[in-house]
């Protein structure tokens, strides 16, 4: 398990000690989220096809860090769901070569899919207040995710056929930034590593993860 993930948990541990006589009230909040999918265009003809989401749902724990409450530490557990449709092509063997498909051969299906374990960090400011609900936030940090399961499937009338675990690097780790004014937020996300794992030199390295979407808070 990555040292980010040890880091996580300490500060949660530590704050919920360290911060007793300063906590007035938490935003202790489940999430629900739905993005647009990306993997960027810094591969040469790389192009997406379809629409490519992702479905987020999580707990996230909060942490006072000023009397106010105003500004706080979250930290939370969460699993998602993705899907990335594009004209990168996985051979049906093993080999992990690829080609991209022109856009004359679209075929029915050419999806990566994925379920993933998340573990978000973020500093956390609001203007809230115990007695106020509705208020303006700016959430940012960071999310570690471990992938749970993967797939490739592609169909056209030629071919069809689905590859497990393909070589989608098993740990993702992003930037996220979620903004807005009670219910509804804007939420970005965008990858600090390959889409694609290191081991494998055919697959393209410089396809990484962008996600834009809706972000949704329960009390």
């Not at 899919?113 to 978000?120: D, K, Y």
Request: charge should be positive; proline fraction near 3%; aromatic fraction near 18%.
């Amino acid at each position: 398990m990555p040292r980010i993930i040890y880091c996580m948990f300490f500060l949660l541990v530590y704050y919920g000690y360290t911060q007793e006589n300063v906590q007035k009230y938490r935003e202790d909040q489940i999430y629900f989220s739905v993005y647009y999918n990306s993997l960027g265009d810094n591969l040469d003809n790389f192009k997406e096809n379809k629409f490519s989401s992702s479905l987020n749902f999580g707990f996230i724990r909060d942490i006072p860090l000023s009397k106010s409450g105003k500004l706080a530490l979250g930290i939370g557990l969460g699993l998602g769901v993705n899907s990335f449709n594009n004209n990168l092509k996985l051979s049906s063997d093993s080999s992990n070569s690829y080609n991209l498909l022109s856009s004359r051969e679209i075929p029915q299906k050419n999806v990566f899919n994925f379920s993933e374990f998340q573990v978000p960090l973020e500093i956390r400011w609001r203007n809230s207040t115990p007695n106020n609900y509705k208020f303006w936030r700016i959430y940012a940090g960071i999310k570690y995710s471990r992938l749970l399961s993967s797939s490739y499937n592609f169909e056209n009338q030629q071919e069809n056929y689905k590859i497990n675990n393909p070589s989608i690097n098993l740990d993702q780790i992003g930037f996220t930034l979620n903004i807005g004014y009670n219910t509804w937020n804007l939420g970005l996300y965008k990858s600090l590593n390959s889409f694609f794992n290191n081991n494998v030199k055919s697959l393209p390295r410089d396809l990484e993860q962008f996600k834009l979407g809706l972000i949704f808070y329960i009390l």
